[in-house]
T-cell receptor
């Protein structure tokens, strides 16, 4: 099956720093990738939809200047949490949608802890 | 926005028993999908049921869909310890976005 990787799998950073999370589709091309956020014992909330070569579409309430998304190629999307604060601590999950069908394949997630 | 509601929130069963969880949604859908998430991990796609289907099976999984009631159920038969996880339903409306339910945490006791 299609494989999506995320790097890093976990990161701890100090308040005020920026953190970049990568999402890669390893064996297929993805024109569209999605970024989700999940708080403990809660569901996934869609943050933004990332399309290769164009600006990301953010969901209501998600600050685009705080969560910078870049989808530079058909296999890579990055999420940068800028000036991270403790309330940004969460589990960030990406998914990628293949070119030939609409199925989403999920990455293993990145645990961000901001001290 | 989230449109799925799941119940129960948590379920604890003995190994070998069946586990049933339900999902309700608010708007018309193209399909409904069920995912499993082990603690601290990503999502694993389990099964997809289209809006014109009423029931679907995959191994020990049985999914039903009632579009008139806007609800779906997931049945795991003969549960195993490895089935311990959180289960989420997700609906796709008109575009490619998925909207996830709140999830049901299943614990299978040995």
């Amino acid at each position: 099956g299609a494989v999506v990787s995320q790097h890093p799998s976990w990161v701890i950073c100090k308040s005020g720093t920026s953190v970049k999370i990568e999402c890669r589709s390893l064996d297929f091309q993805a024109t569209t990738m999605f970024w989700y956020r999940q708080f403990p014992k809660q569901s996934l909330m869609l943050m933004a939809t990332s399309n290769e070569g164009s600006k990301a579409t953010y969901e209501q309430g998600v600050e685009k200047d705080k969560f910078l998304i870049n989808h530079a190629s058909l296999t890579l999307s990055t999420l940068t949490v800028t000036s991270a604060h403790p309330e940004d601590s969460s589990f960030y999950i990406c998914s990628a949608m293949g070119l030939t069908n609409n199925e989403q394949f999920f990455g293993p997630g990145t645990r961000l802890t901001v001290l | 926005s989230q449109q799925g509601e799941e119940d129960p929130q948590a379920l604890s069963i003995q190994e070998g028993e069946n586990a049933t969880m339900n999902c309700s949604y608010k708007t018309s859908i193209n399909n409904l999908q069920w995912y499993r998430q082990n603690s601290g991990r990503g999502l694993v796609h389990l099964i997809l049921i289209r809006s014109n289907e009423r029931e679907k099976h995959s191994g020990r999984l049985r999914v039903t869909l009632d579009t008139s009631k806007k609800s779906s159920s997931l049945l795991i038969t003969a549960s195993r310890a490895a089935d311990t996880a959180s289960y989420f339903c997700a609906t796709r409306v008109n575009d490619y976005k998925l909207s996830f339910g709140a999830g049901t945490t299943v614990t299978v006791r040995a």
